[in-house]
């Protein structure tokens, strides 16, 4: 009972709190860094707006810009060019979903040689997986300047932009999903006389597969926008169009392109989402079978 009575529950630290303020509260010395810390972060605050030439009098006067540039883009107009931009869009799509799938099935090998529980040696997996952050680390934008110059123009820069940039991520996150799979299900296929490969096949693959493919198909959400970019600098797609519009100040077709591109988006994610709730929910059910037949075999 004594026990019960002396111990602290949150209830009783608060009204201890509000009890012996001084003895809860920050020291002195805590309080001056306190003061310190936001003094150095107003400083640093205003020498980089100063250093940016980051100004009310510019924000303002670009607002007012702004204004102007969007009420241009009203009543949207397609210029006569519906189909050209129709096929451009398009081809931005394709970029996007060629580069997406390109990364994915070269990353499902990569995920697994960047996998804890696949490869022991942490020296070659700690290699494999800066190489992740290396190529993760460098935005589609840059892959796509740097691709431009090697194939030259048009939609293959982009694929393999996207391509190149994405494989960085989904390796990654395909190693963390195989690393964190259930090892009862494995353990079950190996007691069952399975080697290697057949563990991998039949213990670990199953359970991270939805996973994988569910990243892929957000990846790809993510390249649909991307690839309308990537055409600025040459990649191909909706994105040329764009520009194009953008420095000839055809400001009614500009709105009709990001029109196009907000809607197109807006489907791939709406279809996106549903798959990948779908995926989600098999996997749980092949999750759950899985443990099963592990308890089985055990």
């Known amino acids: 009972m004594a026990a019960t009575a002396n111990k602290l529950t949150p209830e009783r630290m608060a009204a201890l709190a509000a009890r012996y303020p001084r003895a809860f509260g920050r020291t002195p010395l805590q309080r001056l860094g306190l003061a310190a810390a936001w003094v150095a972060a107003i400083i640093a605050l205003l020498v980089t707006l100063d250093y940016l030439n980051v100004s009310l009098a510019r924000i303002i006067n670009g607002m007012d810009r702004i204004g102007v540039i969007a009420g241009g883009m009203f009543p949207p107009s397609s210029g006569g060019a519906f189909p050209e931009l129709f096929k451009a869009l398009m081809e931005s799509i394709g970029m996007a979903f060629l580069g997406t799938l390109i990364a994915s099935i070269l990353a499902l090998g990569l995920g697994f040689l960047g996998a804890r529980n696949i490869i022991p040696s942490w020296v070659f997996r700690f290699s494999i997986r800066r190489s992740f952050d290396f190529l993760r680390g460098v935005d589609s934008l840059v892959w796509a300047l740097v691709y431009v110059r090697a194939v030259g123009l048009g939609p293959l820069a982009g694929v393999l932009a996207i391509a190149t940039s994405d494989i960085g991520t989904l390796s990654k996150l395909y190693a963390e999903a195989i690393e964190n799979a259930e090892k009862k299900q494995a353990e079950g296929v190996k007691a069952s006389g399975g080697n290697r490969l057949q563990v ?99």
Request: glycine share 10%.
């Open 200 to 298: 991998i096949r039949f213990g670990v693959l199953p359970q991270v597969l939805p996973i994988m493919l569910s990243n892929a198909l957000y990846m790809f959400e993510s390249n649909t926008r991307s690839a309308t970019i990537l055409g600025i600098v040459g990649a191909g797609g909706i994105g040329f169009h764009l520009s194009d519009r953008i420095r000839a100040h055809r400001w009614d077709e500009v709105g009709f392109i990001i029109i196009m591109i907000v809607v197109a988006v807006f489907v791939i994610d709406l279809i996106s989402r549903y798959l990948r709730s779908r995926l989600i929910h098999a996997g749980t059910q092949r999750e759950r079978k899985g443990k099963g037949v592990a308890a089985a075999s055990a």
